[in-house]
């Protein structure tokens, strides 16, 4: 996504783009994400200030909701 744009400023992503994440991760964080929202990219935004935090943040989601 070499035109990348930051929709939200001021999130842990800011800095970056969706290349510099994991791909399986950001696909699924965005999965998550458009719980939230219909627009793709403001949910691969939010996926990118998680994953940022912490790139687990997912797969930890997911094995707390199991439970």
């Keep these: 996504m070499a035109d990348w744009k930051d929709k939200v ?3 842990l992503a800011d800095d970056t783009v969706p290349e510099d994440y994991d791909e399986d991760a950001l696909e ?4 998550v994400e458009m719980e939230h929202t219909d627009d793709m990219d ?3 935004e939010i996926a990118m200030d ?5 790139p687990e943040y997912y797969n930890k989601l997911a094995k707390m909701e199991a439970k």
């Design 9 to 11: 400023p001021g999130g």
């Design 28 to 31: 699924r964080g965005a999965l």
């Design 42 to 44: 403001l949910a691969i």
């Design 50 to 54: 998680h994953l940022s935090e912490d």
